[in-house]
């Protein structure tokens, strides 16, 4: 089966604002169009990070800690043009772009864990698209700079993420 974004298309700049809520990081995320190209994206939300403590097996103890987080983008999307060239459908902003990101991590904790917080930012290339009218797919790769690290110890991580959501 073959699957094609929605028959509808964006033709030109509609100051579209956009709703999303995320499935696999529980969260709200709203998309503010600025012109034909560009957008503003702020995501609130909940990130399931994994834990595992102790030694041998048996005594192992493993869960999740759900810690909020806030999630800001300026996008560049790359191929609107082209998508509509081919006939394709640019609306609620399906396309590939780049993005200057930054996304703050708050301590969290549960009765076992606890993360501390975490601040990164950077740039990542991303491919989203709107099926069916409301079934959103996300997917985004880049190099991030976790900004709470001491000067000597800062480093650059590779960044995935990857959702699924409901558009409004």
């Known amino acids: ?6 028959n509808n298309s964006k033709s030109s700049f509609s100051n579209e604002t956009i709703k999303r809520i995320h499935l696999l990081s529980p ?11 560009l957008s503003f994206v702020g995501n609130f939300g909940f990130f399931p990070a994994f834990y595992s ?3 041998s ?19 560049y999307y790359t191929n ?5 060239d081919k006939g394709k459908s640019i609306e609620n902003n399906s396309g ?20 501390d917080a975490l601040t990164i930012a950077g740039f990542v290339y991303g491919i989203q698209r709107t099926y069916w009218d409301h079934f959103h ?5 880049g190099l991030m700079a976790d900004l709470n690290a001491a000067q000597n110890d800062s480093f650059v991580l590779p960044w995935v993420s990857f959702q699924l959501g409901y558009t409004f």
Not at 1 to 6: H, I, K, P, S
Not at 57 to 75: C, H, S, T, Y
Not at 137 to 141: D, V
């Open 96 to 115: 590939n772009f780049i993005a200057l990101k930054l996304t703050n991590y708050f301590p969290s904790e549960n009765d076992e864990a606890t993360t």
């Open 27 to 37: 969260g709200f995320e709203i998309e503010q169009d600025l012109n034909k190209n």
């Open 137 to 141: 797919i996300n997917l985004e790769s």
């Open 57 to 75: 097996l048996n005594k192992r103890r493993e869960g999740i800690v759900w810690a909020p987080f806030i999630d800001l983008q300026g996008r």
């Open 1 to 6: 089966m073959l699957l094609t974004a929605q």
């Open 80 to 84: 609107f043009n082209r998508r509509l």
């Open 53 to 55: 403590q102790g030694g």
